[in-house]
Structures are given as C-alpha cells and as structure tokens.
C-alpha cells in the first residue's frame, strides 16, 4: 500500500505540474496572444496614422493644386484684362488720329475755301472799281464833250476858265484847280468848270 501511495503522490505531482504547465502554456499563449493583439492594435494604428498622413499630403496636394489652378486663372484673367485695354487704347488712339487728320484736312479745305473767297472779292472789288473808274472817265468825257461844244476848249471864249480835278465840285476846288486860259487843252484827270 505504500506502494500505492507513493504512487498516487507521484500522480499527484505529475498532475500538478501538468496542470501548473498547462497554466503556464495557458498564461504564454495568453501573453502571446496580448502581444499579438496589442502587435496589431499597433499596427492598426500606424497603419491609421499612416493612413491619416496619406490623406493629409493628398489634401494638401489637391489644394496646392486648386490654389495653382486659381492663381493661372487669375493670371490668365489679368493677361486677358490687359490685352483688352492694350487693345482699347490702340483703337482709341488710332480714332483720335483719325479725327485729328480729319480735323486738319477740314480746317485745311476750310483755309482754301477762305482765300478763294477773299480773291474772288478782291476781284470783285477790282472789277467794280475799273467799272466805276470806266463809268467816271465816260461821264467825264461826256462833261468835256458837251463843255468843248459849247464853249469851245472850255470856258468863254472872251475870258479864263476853269480845270478841276476829277473827282471834285467847285465848292470843294481848293488846291485841286486850276485857272487855264483860251483854247488851252484840258489836262487828263480834269473837268471844265465856268467861273461862278
């Protein structure tokens, strides 16, 4: 029986060691098991975290690129407003000298037209002064004419007369007269006029 015992105790150990190795394996796979779990809630994280920067530097890059995008088209708009007013200054230049070279042209034709008009009155007032000259001369002629035939180289025959410059009455003779004798021709520019 003590055999017996003896044996059962040694079971008894050996069970026991089982059971505490058992445990332990329990206890290493549970640790394992925990390092494996928290290895991988790591990695869950850095693969989040990773993740989270991915999606931050995309961001980023999209809106590096909508601010790119924004600046061409302002830059474009810019380049389009300026070639626009290059473009309305040229045309508005090119009008005011336009109407400037037709401003000059008009005062041109204006000036042409003013001189014509002021030779064909100097003509005019030529004309007119020949053909009262002409009409002077023929009333004049006419005085002599009829002074000649009725007293014969002006005046009485008897006595003195006078030759006034044409354009002048005896009222108004003094310093353009003279007194002629009898027969004496008549001096060009100059009527007969009885002694009053």
């Not at 300026?82 to 000036?111: F, G, H, L, Y």
């Not at 004309?127 to 002077?136: C, L």
């Not at 009485?156 to 002629?180: F, L, M, N, P």
Request: aromatic share 4%.
């Amino acid at each position: 029986m003590l055999i017996g015992i003896g044996f059962t105790n040694y079971d008894n150990s050996n069970s026991t060691q089982a059971v505490e190795a058992t445990k332990a394996q329990s206890a290493k796979k549970k640790d394992v098991a925990k390092a494996k779990s928290a290895s991988s809630h790591a990695e869950s994280k850095r693969l989040a975290s990773k993740k989270a920067k991915s999606e931050k530097a995309k961001a980023k890059s999209e809106k590096a690129a909508a601010s790119k995008a924004k600046s061409e088209s302002i830059a474009a708009s810019s380049k389009a407003e300026s070639e626009s007013i290059i473009a309305s200054s040229k045309s508005e230049s090119e009008r005011i000298a336009q109407s400037t070279a037709s401003s000059k042209v008009a005062a041109s034709e204006q000036r042409v037209a003013s001189v014509s008009a002021s030779v064909a009155q100097s003509q005019s007032v030529a004309e007119s002064n020949r053909q009262a000259q002409a009409a002077t001369a023929q009333v004049t002629t006419q005085n002599d004419t009829a002074t000649t035939g009725t007293n014969n180289g002006g005046g009485v025959q008897t006595g003195s007369h006078w030759e006034i410059q044409d354009g002048y009455t005896w009222a108004t003779r003094k310093g353009h007269s003279h007194i002629k004798g009898p027969g004496l021709p008549l001096d060009p520019g100059y009527h007969w006029e009885v002694a009053h």
